[in-house]
């Protein structure tokens, strides 16, 4: 652990950095199903507003990547972090859907800029062996903000629905200010244009705008996990978008309920990155661990349909953020292995594919959950099973490839 040991003040940096940023956008979950409702939100609208974060970020997140491989992380990180305060500020004052909407998408370009950058900066100062640990500590520090942030949300409504997204505000300039003052630069924006243009013809990265740099990522040795990371972006946005609203609608939970099961519901997920997940990939390796996961997701978001007590469902919740928790820094952890020189171009990709995932199924979650209140969570049940024989099939393509080679 020689190179965590060295650079642990950067990385328990970043891992504060993202809990006050995650913490603040817990604050908002359980009182969202309220707020959309004093404003006369429909479950399409809603679905909209989560697609227009992802779209923003799916546009901005190449771009992104690529800006932290130039100017470095930390000033790419810090600029995401004013952009989140002014999004959540610009939310908490909204009295139209239009305000709503522009404030979302400002979200999304924050969301494209910072986790890019954090991701490229934990793998700068990580070894291979090392990379396991590493992602799962920062998103550890994500889960974190989320098992904090729900139950602070639900407490600081009481003062008034619109507080949280005040209260996220001030955690995003707060986390900007930390990240000024005490991190430090992984590599100056003069030895990355340096590496560029030392880089090997081999491992020449693409260049253009983000469509151009989609079209070259079929080429990479990554790109079967951009596929992967699309369709289980899209299946899990169709439970995670419309949670809030499927408990407020089918059962009458307030805000109250709601930030009960995500803060207990993330609670494993968080131990388990911090204390195990290392160990778990090297025991079982990404390919099975992501198979595993996906198909237990899949089962249980099926299983929530025939729920009728609160203890079931959270039963049920805390297995599925359990599986999702682990399955994420897991696909990063095996993306961020390949990626070798190119990390934040790479982890702006991988930002990307999710972001186009996660527009298409709040969108479609939206409109079926104002058909039929359980059509969500179906689709989302057949995606996650699609995903889980995608990741099968990827497993075994990748083994005949290998003793072809050899």
Not at 166 to 169: D, E, F, L, T
Not at 313 to 321: E, K, L, N, R, V
């Given at each position: 652990?020689?190179?965590?040991?060295?650079?642990?003040?950067a990385l328990l940096l970043l891992m504060m950095n993202l809990f006050l940023v995650f913490t603040g956008i817990g604050l908002i979950v359980p009182i969202l199903p309220k707020f959309m409702t004093e404003l006369g939100v429909t479950g399409s609208i809603a679905g909209l507003l989560v697609a227009a974060f992802s779209l923003t970020q799916f546009l901005f997140s190449p771009l992104a990547g690529r800006l932290a491989d130039r100017f470095g992380r930390k000033r790419i990180i810090?600029?995401?972090m004013l952009v989140f305060a002014l999004s959540e500020w610009l939310f908490g004052i909204a009295t139209d859907t239009l305000l709503l909407f522009v404030a979302r998408m400002l979200g999304g370009v924050s969301g494209a800029m910072i986790?890019?950058?954090?991701?490229?900066?934990?793998?700068?100062v990580t070894t291979k062996d090392e990379r396991a640990a590493g992602m799962g500590f920062i998103n550890a520090s994500i889960t974190t903000g989320f098992i904090i942030g729900p139950g602070l949300g639900g407490y600081i409504a009481k003062f008034g629905l619109r507080v949280p997204f005040?209260?996220?505000?001030v955690a995003g300039i707060l986390a900007a200010v930390i990240t000024l003052l005490f991190l430090r630069e992984v590599r100056s924006a003069s030895e990355s244009a340096s590496?560029?243009?030392?880089?090997?013809?081999?491992?020449?990265?693409?260049?253009g705008n983000l469509f151009t740099q989609l079209r070259y990522s079929y080429r990479e040795p990554y790109f079967i996990s951009l596929v992967l990371v699309f369709v289980m972006s899209f299946g899990l946005a169709n439970f995670e978008t419309i949670f809030g609203l499927f408990v407020d609608h089918k059962f009458g939970f307030g805000p109250d309920d709601i930030a009960f099961i995500l803060t207990f519901g993330s609670i494993a997920g968080a131990v388990i990155q911090v204390t195990a997940f290392s160990w778990i990939l090297k025991r079982f390796g990404e390919k099975r661990v992501i198979s595993t996961c996906l198909l237990f997701a899949a089962i249980f978001i099926l299983l929530v349909l025939f729920a009728h007590t609160f203890w079931l469902?959270?039963?049920?919740?805390?297995?599925?953020?359990l599986a999702t928790d682990i399955l994420?820094?897991?696909?990063?952890?095996e993306m961020s292995m390949l990626a070798k020189d190119q990390q934040?171009?790479?982890?702006?990709?991988?930002?990307a594919f999710t972001s186009l995932g996660n527009i298409i199924g709040p969108i479609v979650a939206g409109v079926l959950l104002d058909a039929n209140v359980n059509a969500p969570y179906v689709l989302a049940s057949v995606i996650l099973l699609l995903s889980f024989f995608l990741s099968l099939r990827t497993g075994k393509l990748r083994r005949q490839k290998t003793a072809t080679t050899v």
């Open positions: 652990m020689t190179v965590l040991l060295k650079n642990r003040g810090v600029l995401g986790m890019p950058a954090v991701m490229a900066y934990a793998a700068d005040y209260s996220a505000a590496e560029s243009a030392s880089e090997a013809p081999s491992r020449k990265e693409p260049q469902i959270f039963a049920f919740t805390f297995i599925i953020f994420r820094p897991t696909i990063s952890t934040g171009y790479v982890a702006g990709l991988n930002s």
